[in-house]
């Protein structure tokens, strides 16, 4: 009996590599005759990179750059032995990087981001997979244009400081001088939001808030990135702010789709493609998913949503675990997920939670196991 096990990570607590062995362990206790096979998954944020690495034929490799704040970090990606890169933005200016206090959505930026794909030109990469989430940033990208060589200039002609409310200031984008290695690169990005860069479903609005943004901050950021499009779409005849991801990470999205002319791909379908997911769910009894909260947002291009798109596809029924199960979840029956649970067995903290998540996912998945078999000899 071939069982398929693709969860994403469990964010602060359990990696998806980790997630999936655990699952599996449970899987083993309750049927140590099952063939189980761990496809670890990931939506583009944080865990991408590890994600495919242990799904897809590569090394993951490490490059010293700055993080939102200008400060030095080492972030990891992987090059696949097909020459693609694998970049999560999260590595360089990820909000998980800066301690709650330090944020600072005016100032942040995602000029590391940059760096990280230049480390990716520099390995001979022409085609890089750009994962988008987690971000501590709201500039537009500017900052990793900045890094790839372009040039953010005010009415006086002077470069703009970082972060997103410099934006404000924004006259003009020389683009000039960004590496002439991305004009034969392709640029994928890959991410699990389909938001526009400004307004009420915007960047600054909708996450603003999670990355420290007051309410009048929030207002001045999105003002500034409307100034921001204002400008790109003067200079390049083509406006980007409504395109679905624009407002992904802060607004890299719109940076990347203006001046990289990167396409856009839900971040699972991508780790999926890489990881053989599709052929993995053929012949299947059963797919276990799973992520650390799941509820109505979880239908917006998340993990356990793109998983069970798959398995339904080839008739194989879904059982998500989670940590926790909020509001809505209910909707994911109708995408696939056949069954869900949270795997906290009583009142629990998010600290002991986070601590023992290996083991209450395998004993969640062991009893989901046993359950499934006492069906299915039933049905005999």
């Given at each position: 009996?071939?069982?398929?096990?693709?969860?994403?990570?469990?964010?602060?607590?359990?990696?998806?590599?980790?997630?999936?062995?655990?699952?599996?362990?449970?899987?083993?206790?309750?049927?140590?005759?099952?063939?189980?096979?761990?496809?670890?998954?990931?939506?583009?944020?944080?865990?991408?990179?590890?994600?495919?690495?242990?799904?897809?034929?590569?090394?993951?490799?490490?490059?010293?750059?700055?993080?939102?704040?200008?400060?030095?970090?080492?972030?990891?990606?992987?090059?696949?032995?097909?020459?693609?890169?694998?970049?999560?933005?999260?590595?360089?200016?990820?909000?998980?990087?800066?301690?709650?206090?330090?944020?600072?959505?005016?100032?942040?930026?995602?000029?590391?981001?940059?760096?990280?794909?230049?480390?990716?030109?520099?390995?001979?990469?022409?085609?890089?997979?750009?994962?988008?989430?987690?971000?501590?940033?709201?500039?537009?990208?500017?900052?990793?244009?900045?890094?790839?060589?372009?040039?953010?200039?005010?009415?006086?002609?002077?470069?703009?400081?970082?972060?997103?409310?410099?934006?404000?200031?924004?006259?003009?984008?020389?683009?000039?001088?960004?590496?002439?290695?991305?004009?034969?690169?392709?640029?994928?990005?890959?991410?699990?939001?389909?938001?526009?860069?400004?307004?009420?479903?915007?960047?600054?609005?909708?996450?603003?808030?999670?990355?420290?943004?007051?309410?009048?901050?929030?207002?001045?950021?999105?003002?500034?990135?409307?100034?921001?499009?204002?400008?790109?779409?003067?200079?390049?005849?083509?406006d980007h702010r409504h395109h679905p991801g624009a407002g992904a990470a802060g607004g890299?999205?719109?940076?990347?789709?203006?001046?990289?002319?990167?396409?856009?791909?839900?971040?699972?379908?991508?780790?999926?493609?890489?990881?053989?997911?599709?052929?993995?769910?053929?012949?299947?009894?059963?797919?276990?998913?799973?992520?650390?909260?799941?509820?109505?947002?979880?239908?917006?291009?998340?993990?356990?949503?793109?998983?069970?798109?798959?398995?339904?596809?080839?008739?194989?029924?879904?059982?998500?675990?989670?940590?926790?199960?909020?509001?809505?979840?209910?909707?994911?029956?109708?995408?696939?997920?056949?069954?869900?649970?949270?795997?906290?067995?009583?009142?629990?903290?998010?600290?002991?939670?986070?601590?023992?998540?290996?083991?209450?996912?395998?004993?969640?998945?062991?009893?989901?196991?046993?359950?499934?078999?006492?069906?299915?000899?039933?049905?005999?």
């Amino acid at each position: 009996m071939k069982i398929v096990i693709a969860p994403d990570s469990f964010k602060e607590s359990v990696s998806a590599p980790e997630a999936a062995a655990a699952i599996a362990r449970g899987v083993k206790a309750a049927h140590p005759g099952a063939h189980a096979v761990c496809v670890p998954m990931a939506d583009g944020g944080e865990g991408t990179v590890e994600a495919v690495l242990a799904a897809a034929s590569g090394q993951a490799r490490t490059r010293t750059v700055n993080d939102a704040l200008g400060h030095k970090v080492d972030a990891e990606w992987g090059l696949l032995d097909d020459g693609t890169a694998v970049i999560e933005m999260a590595a360089a200016a990820g909000l998980e990087l800066i301690a709650p206090a330090r944020r600072d959505p005016m100032r942040a930026s995602s000029h590391g981001v940059g760096e990280l794909m230049l480390a990716a030109l520099d390995a001979g990469a022409r085609r890089i997979i750009l994962g988008l989430g987690g971000s501590a940033t709201n500039d537009a990208g500017a900052g990793m244009l900045t890094a790839l060589g372009a040039r953010l200039l005010d009415a006086q002609g002077r470069s703009l400081p970082p972060g997103g409310a410099a934006l404000a200031a924004l006259d003009r984008v020389d683009a000039h001088g960004l590496d002439a290695r991305l004009a034969q690169t392709e640029i994928i990005v890959a991410s699990d939001v389909d938001n526009p860069l400004c307004g009420p479903q915007g960047a600054s609005h909708v996450f603003g808030p999670q990355k420290g943004a007051a309410p009048e901050q929030v207002a001045a950021l999105d003002a500034a990135l409307a100034r921001c499009a204002d400008v790109c779409a003067r200079e390049l005849g083509v406006d980007h702010r409504h395109h679905p991801g624009a407002g992904a990470a802060g607004g890299l999205g719109f940076a990347a789709r203006a001046f990289l002319n990167a396409s856009f791909r839900p971040g699972v379908d991508v780790v999926a493609e890489l990881g053989g997911l599709a052929d993995a769910v053929q012949g299947a009894a059963l797919v276990f998913t799973g992520e650390g909260r799941m509820d109505a947002q979880t239908l917006r291009g998340k993990t356990p949503a793109g998983v069970a798109r798959i398995a339904q596809a080839a008739g194989v029924p879904v059982v998500a675990l989670a940590g926790s199960l909020g509001e809505g979840y209910e909707a994911l029956h109708a995408c696939g997920i056949n069954a869900a649970f949270s795997i906290a067995p009583g009142p629990i903290t998010l600290q002991q939670a986070c601590a023992d998540a290996a083991r209450l996912l395998h004993d969640r998945a062991r009893d989901v196991m046993l359950l499934w078999l006492a069906a299915q000899k039933r049905m005999l």
